[in-house]
């Protein structure tokens, strides 16, 4: 709850920012997140974020006791939904970053497969450098997977999250 004592009458606006504190920083650098971008993205979450502004002014504030005040219960029903919207859009930047990945992993199988067709036709210098590009692009698709796989973990792990706020919204709800 939130007192305001001693404003002046002619007070014109009041802004109050809700912020969730989080225990860690983290961040997901992901390629081509979003269909309309060609550039990188990085999603990262501040340890105090932001989750939203309430505004009011005269115009929409009545000095009538009681009329428009939430109860507590209210407020923390407020913040769990927004907690779930937050929890949301992190899921869908996941799956994002799981289909990008996919891409990527795909693309590069391709270009591997290629450069081991070529090698029939190579001499055994040509070879030794196809080989060396083949062992890197092995590599990249085994980024590919431990990526991908990061990615599932974190959405499992926000999934568990969800279900939690869904439990505390429907222990609010009770109160």
């Known amino acids: ?25 983290e961040t997901v650098n992901v390629d081509d997140v979003t269909s309309d971008s060609e550039t990188d993205s990085t999603e990262e979450i501040d340890a105090h974020a932001l989750i939203t502004t309430l505004y009011s002014d005269q115009r929409k504030t009545k000095s009538e006791e009681g009329k428009g005040t939430k109860t507590k219960q209210d407020y923390a029903l407020l913040v769990n ?13 996941y799956e994002k970053a799981i ?27 040509e070879k030794a450098d196809t080989e060396s590009k083949i062992a890197m692009k092995k590599d990249a698709i085994q980024s590919s997977d431990a990526s991908i796989q990061l990615y599932k973990d ?14 505390k919204q429907q222990d609010l709800a009770m109160k």
């Open 1 to 25: 709850m939130v007192r305001i004592s001693d404003l002046s009458s002619n007070w014109e606006a009041l802004a109050f920012d809700l912020y969730q504190e989080n225990e860690e920083k």
């Open 81 to 93: 939904d927004l907690e779930k919207q937050f929890v949301k859009k992190k899921m869908k930047n």
């Open 99 to 125: 289909t990008v990945e996919a891409k990527h992993k795909r693309q590069t199988q391709q270009e591997m497969n290629e450069l081991q067709r070529d090698m029939k036709y190579q001499v055994q210098e």
């Open 154 to 167: 974190k959405q499992k792990s926000l999934q568990e999250k969800l279900q939690k706020l869904n439990e």
